[in-house]
C-alpha cells in the first residue's frame, strides 16, 4: 500500500491506496483518514484525460478514517465480452484483462469551531493499473514471475505476460536469441510465437535499450544491452509436436493471462433428467383416443447433458498447479475447428466442480470432467 497526500489552499488529507498492481477480486481497499473526517468520496476516471467517470462512490467515516473496498466498482470497469478476442496472427496483442484506473479524492471535516471543511482536488490524480484476477489470500504467489508453458505445434496458441510500458520480450529459439518484441505500453499482453524452434523458447523481459545486428550467415540475430538495464528469463515453452487428437482448451488463469493445453479425452459421458406435470382431462374422451386415460395425463420434458472427460497424463508440479486453475476459471473455451479464413472457433464450456488431490510425486495426471453445452430437447 502507498500514502500520499492530497492538498490544495493550505489544506490537505490523507489517502492510502494500493500499489502499482491491483487485483479485481482481491480486496481493493483505499482508506482516506484526517482528525475530526467526517466523509469521503473516489472517483474513478478514464485515465485518458477526458474526465469520463467509471464510478463514484461515498463512504461516511468513522474515527477519523473513511475506509473503501471498492473491488465490485473496479470488477464492473471490465468488458468481459472483450475477453474472447484473441488475434492468433497478430504479434502483440494488448488485451482487455488489464485496465489502468486513475483516482481522486473528496473529503469533509470538522474544525475547532465546529464547522465543516471540504476539499475536492480534482486535479491532484493517482493511478493503480488492475488485472482481471486474484492473488491467492495469505500465499506467497508471484505475479509475472518465471513460469513453465507447453505449445502443441499445430494449435493456436499464444502465451500472456505484464508489461510495464517499458521494455521488450527477448525470444531465444532452442537456446539461440533470434528476435524482441517490444511492449510499449502498460498492460497485460498476448504474444504468438514463430513457428521456427525444434524444442522449446525462452522468453525474457528485458529493460533498456536492445540493438539487433546481423554480422554474417553463422547467426541470425544477435542483441546487446545499451544504456543499463537487465534481461530476466521470465518464461520457458516447450514445444510438443505429433499429436493430432485430443481436445484443446483456452482458459483465463487466476493472474488474468490466457492458457492453452492439449487434453486426451475420454468416453463421453450423457445423463439425462426428466420433468413431468401431471393433469386432468375433464373436457375429453374418457377413453384412450387422446393417448392417456381419463385423469392421468401429463406433461414432460427431458434434458441432456454431456459430460467428456480429459486429461492431461504425467505432468510435473508446477504444470499440475498451471492445469488446476482450468476448474476455477469462469472462462473456458474448447476449439471447435476453423472457419472459412482458417480462424479459430471456440465453444464455451464448463468444468464439473469436484475434489483434486495434488500427490507428492514427481510426475501426476490431471484429470478433469468437461460439461458440453446443454441440448435442447422437445418438449411434450
Known amino acids: 500500500m502507498r500514502t500520499t497526500s492530497i492538498a490544495a489552499n493550505n489544506m490537505s488529507f490523507n489517502v492510502t491506496y494500493p500499489d502499482a498492481i491491483g487485483f479485481a477480486f482481491n480486496p481493493c481497499i483505499f482508506i482516506v483518514e484526517r482528525e475530526q473526517l467526517q466523509w469521503a468520496r473516489i472517483t474513478g476516471l478514464k485515465p485518458d484525460g477526458s474526465g469520463t467517470k467509471y464510478f463514484e462512490v461515498d463512504c461516511r467515516a468513522y474515527n477519523g478514517k473513511a475506509i473503501f473496498d471498492l473491488r465490485e466498482y473496479i470488477q464492473a470497469v471490465f468488458d468481459d465480452e472483450t475477453f474472447r478476442e484473441?488475434?492468433?496472427?497478430?504479434?502483440?496483442?494488448?488485451?482487455?484483462?488489464?485496465?489502468?484506473?486513475?483516482?481522486?479524492?473528496?473529503?469533509?471535516?470538522?474544525?475547532?469551531?465546529?464547522?465543516?471543511?471540504?476539499?475536492?482536488?480534482?486535479?491532484?490524480?493517482?493511478?493503480?493499473?488492475?488485472?482481471?484476477?486474484?492473488?491467492?489470500?495469505?500465499?506467497?504467489?508471484?505475479?509475472?514471475?518465471?513460469?513453465?508453458?507447453?505449445?502443441?505445434?499445430?494449435?493456436?496458441?499464444?502465451?500472456?505476460?505484464?508489461?510495464?510500458?517499458?521494455?521488450?520480450?527477448?525470444?531465444?529459439?532452442?537456446?539461440?536469441?533470434?528476435?524482441?518484441v517490444n511492449l510499449t505500453e502498460q498492460g497485460v499482453w498476448n504474444v504468438a510465437l514463430p513457428d521456427d524452434a525444434k524444442t522449446y523458447y525462452a522468453i525474457s523481459d528485458c529493460t533498456g535499450t536492445l540493438v539487433e545486428t546481423t554480422f554474417d550467415t553463422t547467426f541470425d540475430l544477435t542483441f546487446r544491452m545499451r544504456g543499463g538495464g537487465t534481461i530476466t528469463q521470465k518464461i520457458r515453452i516447450e514445444v510438443v509436436e505429433g499429436i493430432t487428437d485430443g481436445i484443446y482448451l483456452?482458459?483465463?488463469?487466476?493472474?488474468?493471462?490466457?492458457?492453452?493445453?492439449?487434453?486426451?479425452?475420454?468416453?463421453?459421458?450423457?445423463?439425462?433428467?426428466?420433468?413431468?406435470?401431471?393433469?386432468?382431462?375433464?373436457?375429453?374422451?374418457?377413453?384412450?383416443?387422446?393417448?392417456?386415460?381419463?385423469?392421468?395425463?401429463?406433461?414432460?420434458?427431458?434434458?441432456?447433458?454431456?459430460?467428456?472427460?480429459?486429461?492431461?497424463?504425467?505432468?510435473?508440479?508446477?504444470?499440475?498447479?498451471?492445469?488446476?486453475?482450468?476448474?476455477?476459471?469462469?472462462?473456458?473455451?474448447?476449439?471447435?475447428?476453423?472457419?472459412?479464413?482458417?480462424?479459430?472457433?471456440?465453444?464455451?464450456?464448463?468444468?464439473?466442480?469436484?475434489?483434486?488431490?495434488?500427490?507428492?510425486?514427481?510426475?501426476?495426471?490431471?484429470?478433469?470432467?468437461?460439461?458440453?453445452?446443454?441440448?435442447?430437447?422437445?418438449?411434450?
Not at 490524480?125 to 506467497?140: D, I, N, Q, R, T
Not at 518465471?146 to 531465444?172: D, I, N
Not at 488446476?324 to 473456458?332: L, R
Not at 480462424?343 to 478433469?368: C, N
Request: some cysteine; glycine content about 8%.
Open 86 to 180: 484473441i488475434d492468433y496472427s497478430q504479434e502483440a496483442q494488448r488485451t482487455a484483462l488489464g485496465k489502468e484506473i486513475q483516482f481522486t479524492f473528496s473529503a469533509g471535516w470538522l474544525t475547532d469551531d465546529g464547522t465543516m471543511q471540504s476539499l475536492s482536488n480534482e486535479q491532484q490524480k493517482v493511478s493503480v493499473f488492475y488485472v482481471w484476477g486474484a492473488l491467492k489470500v495469505g500465499g506467497e504467489e508471484v505475479y509475472n514471475g518465471t513460469r513453465k508453458l507447453t505449445y502443441f505445434r499445430g494449435y493456436p496458441f499464444v502465451f500472456s505476460v505484464y508489461s510495464s510500458g517499458s521494455g521488450a520480450l527477448l525470444f531465444a529459439r532452442d537456446g539461440v536469441p533470434n528476435k524482441f
Open 250 to 380: 483456452r482458459w483465463i488463469d487466476r493472474h488474468g493471462f490466457w492458457c492453452h493445453w492439449l487434453f486426451k479425452r475420454g468416453a463421453e459421458q450423457r445423463k439425462t433428467t426428466v420433468s413431468q406435470e401431471y393433469f386432468r382431462h375433464n373436457l375429453e374422451a374418457y377413453d384412450m383416443s387422446y393417448g392417456y386415460q381419463y385423469g392421468a395425463g401429463r406433461r414432460q420434458q427431458y434434458n441432456r447433458e454431456d459430460v467428456l472427460p480429459v486429461c492431461a497424463p504425467l505432468v510435473d508440479r508446477e504444470t499440475w498447479d498451471m492445469l488446476f486453475d482450468v476448474a476455477t476459471s469462469p472462462v473456458v473455451e474448447m476449439l471447435a475447428g476453423y472457419d472459412a479464413n482458417n480462424v479459430p472457433r471456440w465453444m464455451s464450456v464448463g468444468v464439473q466442480a469436484g475434489s483434486y488431490t495434488k500427490e507428492g510425486v514427481t510426475l501426476q495426471d490431471f484429470a478433469i470432467n468437461i460439461l458440453l453445452p446443454e441440448v435442447p430437447l422437445q418438449t411434450q
